[in-house]
Every structure is written in C-alpha cells, then in structure tokens.
C-alpha cells in the first residue's frame, strides 16, 4: 500500500526558514519524480518544484525560485524542501506527490500518489 506522509510543517515568521519533509512507501520511490505543491485557503493547489528520479533534473515555480531547494534521498525514500525567506504568500498547505517518471512534473495529471500534506503557517 503506498503511503507519503508530510512532516515539519508549522508556524514561522517572515524572513524565516522552514524545512519540511517526505516519507514514501509502497512503491519504488527510486524510479518515481517527486513534487511538492501547495494549497492556499481559498485558491486553488499549485505547482512548487518537481525533482526527477535521479535529482538531475529539477523545476521550481518563479515564486519560489531562489528560495525553496529540494532534495531527494532514494536510499531512504525521502523528499525534503528547505524554504528561506519565506513569506505570508508562501502559507499554505503543502502536500507531497509522486508520479511516474516521463514528464516535467509541472502538473498534477502527472502524479499517482499524493500525500495528506502539512500546513506551513507564515506570520507577518
């Protein structure tokens, strides 16, 4: 049975750091592209960043570019997303994803599994 689960999500102030992560199980994690994206009260779940199976390739939104970096350990079937600089436009619930490997993974189609996701709360 697959299962991600999100982690370290929580409150944080403007200009702070947080850093959240990704267990997965259930499914060969090594060959899968894994994505973060996020949901914000009233809007509709957006794309974050997207890392391929190897961590060769990876894309981040515009409004996380410079700010957010992804990793990726296939030993351990884990994702993580370090965020700086975060702001109250960055609060939102992130939810962790896990797709087949043959495209970007800019777009949620392109995922299989999804995870509950964890609210990342950012305080002015």
């Known amino acids: 049975q697959v299962h991600l689960v999100e982690s370290g999500g929580g409150l944080v102030r403007a200009g702070g750091s947080r850093s959240i992560s990704c267990s997965a199980s259930g499914f060969t994690f090594s060959n899968h592209t894994m994505g973060w994206f996020r949901q914000a009260p009233g809007k509709e779940r957006e794309f974050v960043v997207a890392?391929?199976?190897?961590?060769?390739?990876?894309y981040y939104a515009d409004s996380v570019k410079g700010r957010f970096t992804i990793a990726r350990d296939n030993a351990k079937n884990t994702v993580h997303l370090q965020m700086n600089s975060l702001q109250p436009e960055d609060t939102a619930v992130y939810f962790c994803?896990?797709?087949?490997?043959?495209?970007?993974?800019?777009?949620?189609?392109?995922?299989?599994?999804w995870g509950p996701g964890t609210q990342v709360t950012v305080s002015s």
């Open positions: 890392i391929n199976w190897s961590g060769g390739a990876i």
């Open positions: 994803a896990a797709g087949a490997d043959y495209g970007l993974g800019l777009d949620m189609t392109e995922y299989n599994y």
